[in-house]
């Protein structure tokens, strides 16, 4: 390897190939850089993101591109560039740190390491020049630099092994009413990210017993995410998170998991309520993940949020611009749509709706323009286990919006799963360019597990894979804990718990175990509930294992 030169040039991870033409000499994760940082004691810089994020476009055309950071950097680091979605486990691990240490995290996630993998300080964005309070890249660096050469202290760090305590059902309704947002809908009172996980555990809870409660929550989160800046009005998809407690403006990165899970919820939201605007959103997200993330047979993992370095580029419009486009039918749409000369981000209009008129030949001139503009890059990377949460939804939802379709895109999509990512006996993680990343992960196989016991329900063909798969999942149980991974070139990664916004490894795996047993015919134990919000996929499985919630239905034959 050459270590003194950026060789992200070389890589096949497009988030790493964005930064391929910093000054500072990134390297990909490897044994042979961990061999070097100890042959050298030179400490790691770890920068991890993701090709959608804007935050890190953000910071490789800033701190990323300066000289002067560059050569301190390469001077007194070996600095590694890691894409979180190609290894899961090390952003997990890195994560977990930086939220134990500080509370919250985020991306792009930045971490100053020994060479035997200590963590020594992290962050999330740093400027180029200090400014605000927030010290500069290179600055956080000498200090780092500086109690690193005078011999500091790092003690190992150890993910947490820790279960949630246990929670009574009774408790769990309450504790969302207590953190759930009246006016605007969803959860907290700061940015919302769609609670997808939340969502589910509230209308399978609400399909067995009513609660006026779990109705108000439900409705107006679901309706704050589909009317709002969340959708993506004229094409169909949601968007990652909105900046916002009212849920206007989002980062506009689409992410493929966020898209599965909201297909999932929507018609079952459908099922549940009987209302038909949520069978139609949930169509809507179908209809973009086959016009924007479809691909030979598969889903490709995100798009951008930036076109051409703007956020949101594609998908923003001039108040004049619009005038001029529409003529006569500006007016109407200013009635459907929150239209203001001033605009609502940075000076521009984000369609955000007022009401459910149906104006669809306007929208699909708007679409038909904006189709024609640049549009943002897509990651053209498959995963595994992101695949099997699209089967999964597609697969419920066949049921819920009586669509034989939806099941044939299911079926269709695990054949092509299986027979690009189960080899020998393991399920490999991603794929990109015809390449595998080969590391295996419990989050993808429970999610196979999950989509394999679906597809069973009515076919019994896929009996054989689904056991199959359901010894793989066990074999990721070690010591009566659940283990994420363990990769020769990084240290045992623990299986996360956390629910929040999409279902956890852990989560999955119990659910799809349960699931597989009761199609097999094999027992399954009673479980305890965990803390709402934080735990609610997990308590979707409880639910099913304490014979309480209607998840195992069949599919349409």
Avoid at 422 to 436: A, Q, T
Avoid at 448 to 474: F, I, N
Wanted: charged residues 25%; hydrophobic residues 40%; contains cysteine.
């Amino acid at each position: 390897m050459e270590f003194h030169r950026n060789n992200l040039d070389r890589s096949n991870s497009l988030y790493l190939r964005q930064h391929g033409d910093n000054p500072i000499w990134w390297q990909e994760w490897s044994e042979e850089i961990l061999g070097e940082a100890a042959r050298t004691n030179k400490p790691l810089f770890i920068s991890i993101g993701y090709s959608s994020c804007h935050w890190c476009h953000v910071m490789a055309r800033e701190a990323f591109s300066d000289h002067e950071t560059a050569r301190y950097l390469n001077s007194y680091f070996l600095c590694v560039k890691v894409d979180r979605e190609e290894r899961p486990d090390i952003d997990q691990f890195m994560m977990d740190y930086i939220i134990r240490k500080t509370g919250s995290g985020g991306w792009p996630l930045n971490v100053f390491s020994t060479p035997d993998l200590k963590p020594i300080l992290a962050l999330t964005y740093a400027p180029r020049i200090s400014e605000g309070g927030r010290l500069s890249l290179m600055e956080v660096a000498k200090k780092v630099k500086d109690f690193y050469e005078k011999g500091g202290t790092v003690p190992p760090f150890r993910p947490s092994k820790r279960t949630p305590k246990t929670v009574p059902f009774e408790r769990l309704e309450d504790h969302l009413m207590h953190i759930y947002d009246r006016e605007h809908g969803g959860f907290g009172r700061a940015q919302k990210f769609p609670p997808h996980s939340t969502l589910l555990f509230m209308l399978y809870s609400l399909s067995f017993k009513e609660s006026q409660g779990l109705r108000e929550m439900i409705i107006g989160t679901l309706e704050a995410m589909r009317l709002r800046g969340l959708n993506d009005h004229l094409q169909g998809g949601i968007f990652r998170y909105c900046v916002d407690r009212e849920w206007n403006i989002p980062h506009f990165e689409k992410m493929l998991y966020d898209q599965a899970m909201a297909v999932w919820y929507y018609s079952l939201a459908y099922r549940v309520l009987g209302k038909e605007e949520y069978g139609d959103m949930a169509y809507s997200v179908v209809k973009c993940l086959e016009k924007s993330f479809s691909s030979e047979g598969l889903y490709l993992n995100s798009i951008d949020a930036d076109t051409d370095h703007v956020e949101g580029g594609t998908y923003l419009w001039r108040y004049e611009e619009l005038e001029e486009i529409l003529g006569e039918d500006f007016s109407t749409l200013k009635g459907v749509y929150g239209i203001y000369p001033h605009g609502n981000f940075e000076g521009k209009i984000h369609l955000i709706r007022r009401n459910d008129m149906e104006i669809e030949d306007i929208e699909k001139k708007l679409l038909d323009i904006r189709d024609r503009r640049p549009q943002p890059h897509a990651d053209r990377k498959y995963i595994s286990g992101l695949n099997g949460l699209v089967v999964v939804a597609s697969a419920l939802a066949s049921e819920y919006l009586e669509s034989v379709e939806l099941l044939e895109t299911a079926k269709d999509t695990m054949n092509r799963l299986l027979e690009k990512f189960w080899v020998d006996g393991k399920l490999v993680h991603s794929m990109s360019n015809d390449l595998m990343v080969k590391n295996c992960f419990l989050f993808d196989a429970a999610a196979c597990l999950l989509a394999l016991t679906m597809l069973s329900e009515s076919d019994v063909e896929w009996m054989g894979p689904m056991e199959d798969m359901l010894e793989y999942v066990k074999s990721f149980k070690k010591g009566g804990g659940w283990l994420e991974s363990s990769s020769d070139d990084f240290l045992p990664v623990p299986a996360s718990w956390y629910d929040n916004p999409i279902p956890s490894s852990i989560s999955l795996a119990e659910l799809g175990i349960a699931r597989a047993n009761m199609l097999l015919g094999a027992g399954i134990s009673p479980a305890s509930y965990r803390a709402a919000h934080n735990y609610d996929a997990y308590n979707i499985a409880a639910m099913l294992r304490n014979g309480v919630c209607p998840l195992l239905e069949p599919v349409l034959p």
